[in-house]
T-cell receptor, first 111, second 113 residues
């Protein structure tokens, strides 16, 4: 029973264009949503978060949008760079303070 | 200066053995976690400790036992290893406030043969 779903296992984007990574969730009680980036043989690295009471949070090239009615969030990366190529995990804050992760989307940014 | 460090990075062992993975954080965080990333790439929580006290204990075989000697350390002991235990295990820590996320270690790839 996946509470956090990333339905696209991979995404390929041209350098300089926008990357849009999507995430859906089922539990309306989540308080926070987060995006992590992971390179091979490394641990996930925190990118950006958004509270459930907001609909947008921006940090440099990264913007997260939250649509609570649709139980959907997305991460926009503009402009995309080759160094952004990694696996991106969506996560949601559970009731016990733990994070529940999606399966990840592998982003490839082509030069 | 690594914030969350795990040792060893790789661990290959035979079925039935007992092994430990160590984790240390120098961030002053009160809460530490163990996550497992299985072959399907899901990251699932196993345990969390807050200031040396067990907070979360998900449905994990009791062959897995966390030990927290102090709030900067959370070690994972695994007894009678099975083939299905092969995975990447990540340690993480966090400060209060979900908006700051967790800081993860680089992972320990455990292979049981």
């Amino acid at each position: 029973d996946q509470q956090v779903k990333q339905n696209s296992p991979s995404l390929s984007v041209q350098e300089g264009r926008i990357s849009i990574l999507n995430c859906d969730y089922t539990n309306s009680m989540f308080d926070y949503f987060l995006w992590y980036k992971k390179y091979p043989a490394e641990g996930p690295t925190f990118l950006i978060s958004i509270s459930s009471i907001k609909d947008k949070n921006e940090d440099g090239r990264f913007t997260v949008f939250l649509n609570k009615s649709a139980k959907h969030l997305s991460l926009h990366i503009v402009p995309s760079q080759p160094g952004d190529s990694a696996v991106y995990f969506c996560a949601a804050g559970g009731s016990q303070g733990n994070l529940i992760f999606g399966k990840g989307t592998k982003l490839s940014v082509k030069p | 200066d690594t914030a969350v460090s795990q040792t060893p990075k790789y661990l290959v062992t035979q079925m039935g053995n007992d092994k430990s993975i160590k984790c240390e954080q120098n961030l002053g965080h009160d809460t530490m976690y163990w996550y497992k990333q299985d072959s399907k790439k899901f990251l699932k929580i196993m345990f969390s400790y807050n200031n040396k006290e067990l907070i979360i204990n998900e449905t994990v075989p009791n062959r897995f036992s966390p030990k927290s000697p102090d709030k900067a350390h959370l070690n994972l002991h695994i007894n009678s290893l099975e083939l299905g235990d092969s995975a990447v295990y990540f340690c993480a820590s966090s400060q209060e406030g979900m908006q700051y996320g967790y800081t993860f270690g680089s992972g320990t790839r455990l292979t049981v043969v």
